[in-house]
């Protein structure tokens, strides 16, 4: 039994962070993949840029400059923030510095504003944005052009990230995850959208459990209701990142407390309207995940008590995975890169299991806390 439960656990770590995307990348190799169209459209579709603000009076006129000069026809696109409750200056500077309409809402959360600017929109395609996010010139103009096939209901963007400190291998993980996403698009569709940059389709646009996210949440949804959920990589945006790993720590542990709702109970893992090809990313990339920490506690409980018994290949499993927690631990005293990635490997693991915790002991509130540095 033993062994069972350290092979088990041991290949499922490995399949979900090494096995998984060389499989992707055979599939689509095999298959061909299938890429959305990006030919198509008489004239640019109108779309409506929502940003969903709480307290951002430091960021949000640079995120209206920013909009304002994307490369997409000016009387096409529709700017709207929604202010979430805000009690500083932000709807005042985002109106003084072009938005077409500004929310002022109560405080609901993240999702209740976006649903009510979707309500307010007139665009044929909605697109979402953070506040501290900055599009690259033609990114809306590329982000739109999958929307030309019309089985498309979502599409999101790449982002990237600056400003850490470097201790935070965010970064790092991003270049791991789009590579990933990518693969994802030309097979089944993505698992998980970002932030930062993505758009729905006006028609498709639906509303979701207010402790939850677009992120995680929207492009499964769109799967099971017969739209084609996909990743532009041309469509790129920039944030800053949390300056540390131990604040990218409390903001994964923020982002998986709402995660968990939509996990637990959302309909993630009821495979239904899936197909074959998404029910395999939805395990492989979201399941196996999210039960990293579960996995990581039985392959080390399970190798320290068959090294004690027969030593051998036992003990030396148990050996790298020591040796992986004394390196987290000692990166801030040792700042090299393979301490460093360790360091940020175990607390965003951590991270999972901490996010579940607060879920499960406070119910999720509706509304988010912004990641400190990050502005």
């Avoid at 600017?117 to 996010?133: K, M, Q, V």
């Avoid at 990933?180 to 993505?198: F, K, M, P, Q, W």
Wanted: aromatic content about 8%; charged content about 20%.
């Amino acid at each position: 039994m033993l062994k069972a439960l350290f092979w088990s656990a041991s290949a499922l770590i490995v399949y979900a962070h090494a096995g998984y995307p060389a499989l992707l990348w055979l599939l689509v190799r095999g298959r061909g993949g299938r890429r959305a169209a990006t030919a198509g459209f008489g004239s640019p579709p109108v779309v409506s840029l929502i940003v969903a603000a709480h307290d951002e009076e430091d960021v949000i006129a640079a995120r209206m400059a920013n909009a304002r000069a994307l490369d997409y026809p000016r009387e096409r696109l529709e700017l709207i923030v929604a202010s979430d409750g805000s009690t500083d200056r932000t709807v005042e500077r985002a109106r003084s510095a072009g938005a077409d309409l500004v929310l002022d809402l109560p405080r609901g959360g993240k999702v209740v504003a976006q649903d009510r600017a979707a309500e307010r929109a007139r665009g044929d395609l909605l697109a979402f944005s953070d506040a501290n996010s900055a599009w690259a010139p033609d990114a809306l103009r590329r982000l739109v052009a999958p929307f030309a096939d019309l089985t498309v209901g979502y599409a999101c963007g790449k982002v990237s990230f600056h400003g850490s400190d470097g201790t935070n291998q965010e970064g790092l993980y991003w270049r791991y995850e789009n590579a990933v996403r990518e693969l994802e698009s030309r097979l089944g569709g993505v698992t998980a959208g970002n932030g930062a940059i993505y758009a729905v389709r006006r028609s498709a646009y639906m509303r979701l459990d207010p402790r939850t996210s677009h992120d995680l949440s929207l492009p499964f949804n769109m799967i099971r209701r017969g739209w084609r959920a996909v990743y532009e990589p041309a469509a790129r945006a920039e944030e800053a990142m949390a300056p540390s790993v131990e604040g990218e720590f409390r903001r994964k542990r923020r982002m998986m407390r709402h995660a968990w709702p939509t996990v637990l109970g959302g309909g993630l893992l009821d495979p239904r309207g899936y197909g074959t090809l998404y029910t395999l990313e939805m395990v492989s990339h979201r399941l196996l995940r999210y039960a990293s920490p579960a996995l990581h506690l039985v392959a080390l409980g399970s190798s320290a008590a068959l090294a004690h018994r027969e030593g051998g290949l036992y003990a030396t499993a148990l050996a790298a995975q020591v040796a992986l927690l004394v390196a987290a631990a000692a990166a801030p005293a040792l700042p090299s890169p393979p301490a460093r990635l360790a360091r940020y490997y175990v607390l965003v693991t951590v991270a999972l299991a901490a996010g579940l915790w607060d879920h499960l002991r406070a119910e999720t509130p509706t509304f988010w806390d912004r990641a400190e540095g990050t502005r």
